[in-house]
């Protein structure tokens, strides 16, 4: 996991440094990064102005915060491997809440002062998406709490990892 101490004015900086990071997670390949019109195209304006604009969703008003099936979640932009329901819990805050990311390689943490606030901004490290924020409130055993917006999601059900090309992770469910 890496953590990158830059603030909202270095965005531009930040989005530069995230492109260049890019690299291959196990599992499905990323998809290559599209411009912004394709994204407005591809996405809801929801997720559009979640994972490009830094907004927030709704708190329980959304798709996953009580979400209880087995598999992944990955980047709704890239389709990058990012959470598993393994990890997932009920923080009472009414969005999906994990413990970790599945693959760490696949996260970006970046120091966020906005809104007088000091916290760690979630992105995705191929797609550049606005995840959410992780927090040191969470339960054993990190102790983290990588609290996510769903708009940023797309979740793969277990019974269909293969044939959505997530093959290799169904070694993370196996007993």
């Known amino acids: 996991m890496e953590f990158v101490d830059l603030t909202k004015k270095n965005f531009c900086f930040c989005m530069l440094l995230a492109l260049l990071m890019v690299s291959n997670s196990c599992g499905a390949e990323p998809?290559?990064?599209t411009g912004r019109t394709e994204?407005?195209?591809?996405?809801?304006?929801?997720?559009y102005r979640v994972t490009q604009l830094d907004e927030t969703e709704p708190a329980f008003e959304n798709e996953f915060w009580d979400h209880h099936k087995e598999g992944i979640y990955v980047d709704v932009v890239s389709g990058?491997?990012?959470f598993s329901s393994l990890d997932k819990f009920d923080s009472g805050t009414g969005w999906p809440s994990f413990v970790k990311p599945l693959?760490?390689?696949?996260?970006v943490e970046i120091k966020d002062t906005s809104h007088g606030?000091?916290?760690t901004e979630v992105r995705s490290k191929n797609g550049n998406s606005h995840l959410g924020h992780v927090f040191n409130d969470g339960p054993k055993p990190t102790g983290l709490r990588y609290c996510?917006?769903?708009a940023s999601l797309k979740?793969?059900?277990?019974s269909k990892l293969k044939e959505s090309g997530y093959g290799l992770w169904m070694k993370h469910f196996s007993n």
């Open 117 to 119: 606030m000091a916290r």
């Open 80 to 82: 990058e491997v990012l």
């Open 148 to 150: 996510i917006n769903s």
């Open 39 to 47: 994204l407005k195209s591809k996405l809801s304006d929801l997720q």
């Open 103 to 107: 693959d760490s390689s696949s996260i």
């Open 31 to 33: 998809k290559k990064l």
């Open 155 to 158: 979740f793969i059900e277990k």
